[in-house]
């Protein structure tokens, strides 16, 4: 049995080796205490819709925010921060051309909080919110600075379709001066608001013939939202040569806008114009705000084998998806939301729901009719992936009122296809093909034919 003073001896030992890992243990930790969160990437995504500044970090931030009015002016105050580099390279991405921002001031306000200052161009309403880890980014803090007013979403259309009702006469010129003048009228009657659909009902009923002459042609004014995928924070898929789904859908969507407003009477709403993420409720929405007679979402295909190749046309489906390969993509396509990034806190987490129980057998026969017409078409410039309509969930094609198709180009991740895709003359080819077979989906699908739910 030891004695008292070799007891005492381990005891002391013991106390020792334990100070010792004590202060090891402090040497490890506080060092990662004081660099936890590190900035990884800014970026600035403006648009007319709003502007987006993202914080990407190594973990989740604290930030709170208030507005300084006279000038009017965003502050905001991010814990648990120290200033990097990084984060000091904002200041030079804010445009001169952003809507909503003149500029932004970064600097340390006090041990571990770094304040940023937005000076603003006018009155906002900010959303502030934090985003988990998804695809290929982690952490982000979110800043959206949205406008107080509003554009009004059919005012703002027209403003940029850069058409006029000159240009649509010499288009396609009138047959008759009753036809002329019909052409010329502000397009009231073709979709009244709701206070006003009982008075005008006799009317339209009457004057439903003078819509259209003696050979089908459409003379009211037809609505085309046009959905370039993804977006901003969203690239969508890539391609081997580096390209990205988001500016090959957006050009091509841009050509199809321009070659649909060669048409008499036909305008067209792009649910984005530019390189920045729309939610896919959004985009539904937006198509409605403006009571659009189509919805055409615009995608490029990506697969983990490069050999998959071919155009698709997809329409909605209540009952599941006709192919394991459609599902698949649905749930890819659904995920934009997780990638480019939504306030959960103002999203309607029952949008997707409540629109698909709207939904109608007569959405979405009008929607195969459409996407059986552009199908067709595209088969004649390039390779069908399938030779016939498919359905899945889309999120974005579950407007209740309006035939809404989305078109798979091509697929990005095949290196021949990827060339496709980036190639303008391709390009107009398939904007040609998709403009014959919306044509001949009217030809035989009057607009005015169809009842449309608000």
Known sequence: MPSTPQIRSQHVSRRTVLKAGATLLLSVTAP??????????????????????????????????????????????????????????????????????????????????????????????????????????????????????????????????????????????????????????????????????????????????????????????????????????????????????????????????????????????????????????????????VQADLFVSIHADAFVQPTARGSSVFVLSEKGATSSAARWLADKENSADNIGGVNVKNHDRQLASVLLDLSTTAQINDSMKLGRSVLGEIGGINRLHKGSVEQAGFAVLKAPDIPSILIETAFISNPEEEAKLLDEAYQNKLADAIVTGIRRYFSKNPPLAKNRLT
Request: hydrophobic fraction near 40%.
């Open 32 to 289: 990662l205490r004081a660099s936890a969160a590190q900035i990884l990437a800014v970026r600035v995504w403006p648009a007319d819709d709003y502007t987006r500044v993202t914080l990407e970090n190594d973990s989740e931030l604290k930030a709170t925010h208030f507005i300084v009015k006279d000038p009017e002016r965003m502050v905001v105050d991010i814990e648990g921060l120290e200033l990097n580099p990084t984060l000091k390279s904002l200041v030079a991405k804010i445009q001169s051309n952003d809507p909503y921002i003149k500029q932004v001031r970064v600097g340390q306000n006090r041990p571990n909080v770094v304040r940023l200052v937005f000076d603003l161009k006018e009155e906002v309403k900010p959303q502030v919110f934090t985003l988990p880890p998804a695809g290929n980014y982690k952490h982000r803090l979110i800043f959206d600075l949205y406008p107080v007013k509003a554009a009004d979403p059919i005012a703002a259309m027209i403003e940029k379709g850069d058409w006029t009702a000159d240009q649509k006469v010499a288009a396609a010129p009138p047959s008759s001066p009753k036809e002329q003048l019909e052409q010329l009228k502000p397009d009231l009657k073709a979709e009244p608001r709701e206070e006003l659909k009982a008075d005008l009902k006799t009317a339209e009923t009457q004057t439903k013939a003078d819509k259209f002459d003696k050979n089908g042609k459409m003379v009211r004014m037809i609505t085309i939202a046009l959905d370039p995928g993804h977006g901003g924070e969203d690239p969508g898929a890539s391609g081997k040569n580096g390209s990205r789904e988001k500016d090959i859908v957006l050009a091509i969507a841009k050509r199809l806008k321009a070659k649909l407003e060669e048409q008499s009477n036909v305008r067209v709403m792009l649910t984005r114009d530019g390189d920045y993420f729309v939610p896919l409720g959004t985009r539904v929405d937006k198509a409605r705000k």
